[in-house]
């Protein structure tokens, strides 16, 4: 069972344009969603993440949103960057319990100069 | 610090054959964990490990086996590989159980 979903498996932005990257869950009792940057031939690094008290954070170019009525969060890059290109992944989890995160099947992101 | 460190990056096993896929943590975390990647998939969790001596199943055990007899030490065993077995392996660690985890680059394996 698919408890998180990245439905778009690719994503093509301009250098300097927004990139907006989704994910939806259907555990209502995941309190606990992270986004990982993944580059070919290397292991996923983690990059953003956010609790179920909380509806956005922000780091940098880099800003997490959590909708908790639709089961839905995102990733925005602003502005995007060519270095940004990679595939990015959705998970989630307990906050107190990292033993059952669930993972996204990931998006290509690709940052066109 | 090398952090997280696999070996080896690629194999190919027959079907039937055994290997073991090793991952070492410098950090001194407590938390260990395999995960395996299919193409078109999401990460998904094979076996954990919260300290040494302590292992438990996650969400596809089957097939495999793991040992923790250090802290650094994590290796995930493969007995009778089955073509079903092909995937990326990644290893990771935290220090704590609600901290993101670190992982290391991966093990391809591809079982014919």
């Known amino acids: 069972d698919q408890q998180v979903k990245q439905n778009s498996p690719s994503l093509s932005v301009q250098e300097g344009r927004i990139s907006i990257l989704n994910c939806d869950y259907t555990n209502s009792m995941f309190d606990y969603f992270l986004w990982y940057k993944k580059y070919p031939a290397e292991g996923p690094t983690f990059l953003i993440s956010i609790s179920s008290i909380k509806d956005k954070n922000e780091d940098g170019r880099f800003t997490v949103f959590l909708n908790k009525s639709a089961k839905h969060l995102s990733l925005h890059i602003v502005p995007s960057q060519p270095g940004d290109s990679a595939v990015y992944f959705c998970?989630?989890?307990?906050?107190?319990?990292?033993?059952?995160?669930?993972f996204g099947a990931g998006t290509r992101l690709t940052v066109k100069p | 610090n090398a952090g997280v460190t696999q070996t080896p990056k690629f194999r190919i096993l027959k079907i039937g054959q055994s290997m073991t896929l090793q991952c070492t943590q410098d950090?001194?975390?407590?938390?260990m964990y395999w995960y395996r990647q299919d193409p078109g998939m999401g990460l998904k969790l094979i076996y954990y490990?919260?300290?040494?001596?302590?292992?438990d199943k996650g969400e596809v055990p089957n097939g495999y086996n793991v040992s923790r007899s250090t802290t650094e030490d994590f290796p995930l065993r493969l007995e009778l590989a089955a073509p079903s077995q092909t995937s990326v392996y990644f290893c990771a660690s935290t220090r704590h159980r609600q901290e993101t985890q670190y992982f290391g680059p991966g093990t391809r394996l591809l079982v014919l």
């Open positions: 490990s919260v300290g040494a001596g302590i292992t």
């Open positions: 998970a989630a989890g307990g906050l107190y319990n990292n033993n059952d995160m669930r």
């Open positions: 950090m001194n975390h407590n938390y």
